[in-house]
C-alpha cells in the first residue's frame, strides 16, 4: 500500500526545497510564491536496517524497499478556500492524500521573502489550518442543507448525519479543526464519509536553518511550534531543508559521516517517515527468499489475509496460513532452518493479527 503524505505550507518556507531533497525528483523551488503550481509527486524509498540486514542472511537476486509517496502542493494564502492565489487547486490536492506534513519556517535570512514580510510560525500555521476549517464548513453548510428535510421527516439515517453535521459546524465557527472533535464510532463513519480536509492526521515540520540543527532548543520559534502541536496532540519534527538537500547527494558511510559531524542521528527523510508512519498506523513486514527479500506496508491491526492481500488480491482470497517468525527471532537464529529447529516459526490462521518486523510466508490456494 502506497502512503501519500501531502506537503503543505505558506510560500517560501521551505517546503519544495524539502521535498526536492527527500525525493530527489527536481520539482521548482524558486523565492517566490506559487512555484509549485501542480503538485508535484515523488516516489522514495523507504530506508530500513532490517532490510539490509534480511539481505545478508537470505542473499536473494534482489532486495525491494517499501516506497513513501510525496506530494508537494502549490503553497497557500490567505483566502485560499475562497479562491485566492491557488486555493482551488490546494484544497482538491491535498483531499487526495492520507496525511498532512505542514512545514513552517523557524528561520531568518533577509534573502527570502515572507509572504506576510515577517516570520511568525504561529500566524503562518493558522492561516493554513483556517483555511482548511473555512473549505469544511463549506462542505458541512452545504450538506446540511440536503440532509435537513430529510432529518424533518424523522429519517433515522438523516437524523444521525444532521447532528454529526450540526456538532462539525459548531466546531468549525470556534476554528477548531474536525480531529479535535470526539466522536462515536458510528459518528465517525459518517465524518469519513465527508472527505474533511481537517479529519485528516497532521505532523508539522519545523525547518530551522543549517546552524541551528542539532540544537533547535535554543529557538524561540519551534518551541512556540511545538506548543501550538501540544495543543492538537500532534509532532513536532525540526529538519533543515537546505541541509537535507546536502544529504540527498550522499551515500553510505559519507551519508553517515556528514550526520555526525552535524550531531544529529538520522537525516530529515528518516524522521518524517517514521514520525508519518506513526501518524497514520503503519508498519512494515517482510517477505524473504532466493528470488527477492521485500518490504511491505501495513496498518496495525490487519489481519494475517489482509495483509497477503497487499501482495496480491488471490493470497487473501485463497488464504491458507502464515507461516511467521519474529524479524528479532529471525536475526538470532542465523537462518530461516535454524529459526524452525529453535521452534521460533509459527503457523498463523485468518485471525492473526500482524506484527511490525514479521517476516511472513504465505500459504494459499486459489
Request: glycine content about 8%.
Amino acid at each position: 500500500m502506497a502512503l501519500t503524505a501531502g506537503i503543505v505550507g505558506l510560500p517560501n518556507v521551505g517546503k519544495s526545497t524539502l521535498f526536492n531533497a527527500i525525493t530527489q525528483a527536481g520539482a521548482e523551488s524558486a523565492n517566490y510564491p506559487f512555484c509549485t503550481i501542480d503538485p508535484n509527486v515523488g516516489i522514495v524509498e523507504v530506508p530500513d536496517a532490517r532490510l539490509d540486514k534480511l539481505t545478508e542472511l537470505v542473499k536473494p537476486k534482489k532486495t525491494i524497499p517499501t516506497a513513501f509517496e510525496f506530494t508537494d502542493i502549490a503553497g497557500i494564502v490567505k483566502g485560499a478556500s475562497k479562491g485566492e492565489g491557488l486555493g482551488n487547486q490546494f484544497l482538491s490536492h491535498i483531499r487526495q492524500v492520507d496525511a498532512i506534513c505542514h512545514v513552517v519556517r523557524a528561520f531568518q535570512d533577509e534573502n527570502i521573502t515572507h509572504v506576510s514580510g515577517q516570520v511568525d510560525p504561529i500566524s503562518d500555521i493558522e492561516t493554513i489550518n483556517l483555511e482548511l476549517i473555512l473549505a469544511d464548513l463549506e462542505t458541512v453548510s452545504k450538506r446540511m442543507d440536503r440532509v435537513a428535510k430529510m432529518a424533518r421527516q424523522k429519517d433515522k439515517e438523516a437524523v444521525a448525519e444532521y447532528d454529526v453535521l450540526s456538532k462539525l459546524k459548531d466546531a468549525f465557527e470556534e476554528e477548531q479543526p474536525a480531529r479535535a472533535v470526539d466522536f462515536t464510532d458510528e459518528q465517525l463513519k459518517i465524518v469519513k464519509g465527508l472527505h474533511l480536509l481537517t479529519i485528516k492526521p497532521i505532523l508539522y515540520v519545523a525547518n530551522v536553518s543549517e546552524d541551528e540543527i542539532g540544537t533547535d532548543a535554543d529557538n524561540p520559534q519551534v518551541e512556540k511550534i511545538r506548543e501550538y502541536a501540544a495543543n492538537e496532540n500532534a509532532e513536532v519534527i525540526v529538519i533543515c531543508a537546505k541541509i537535507e538537500s546536502e544529504i540527498a547527494e550522499l551515500d553510505g558511510e559519507e551519508k553517515q559521516e556528514f550526520l555526525d559531524d552535524l550531531g544529529i542521528a538520522e537525516s530529515g527523510l528518516d524522521q518524517l517517515i517514521k514520525a508519518t508512519y506513526n501518524l497514520l498506523g503503519l508498519a512494515t513486514y517482510f517477505t524473504a527468499g532466493e528470488q527477492e527479500v521485500r518490504a511491505w506496508t501495513f496498518t496495525l491491526g490487519m489481519k494475517a489475509p489482509q495483509a497477503a492481500g497487499i501482495i496480491h488480491t488471490d493470497f487473501e482470497r485463497g488464504f491458507i496460513r502464515a507461516e511467521t517468525v519474529s524479524y528479532k527471532d529471525l536475526v538470532e537464529a542465523g537462518s530461516m532452518g535454524a529459526a524452525r529447529e529453535k521452534g521460533k516459526v509459527r503457523l498463523e490462521g485468518k485471525e492473526y493479527p500482524v506484527k511490525d518486523g514479521d517476516v511472513i510466508h504465505f500459504r494459499f490456494n486459489v
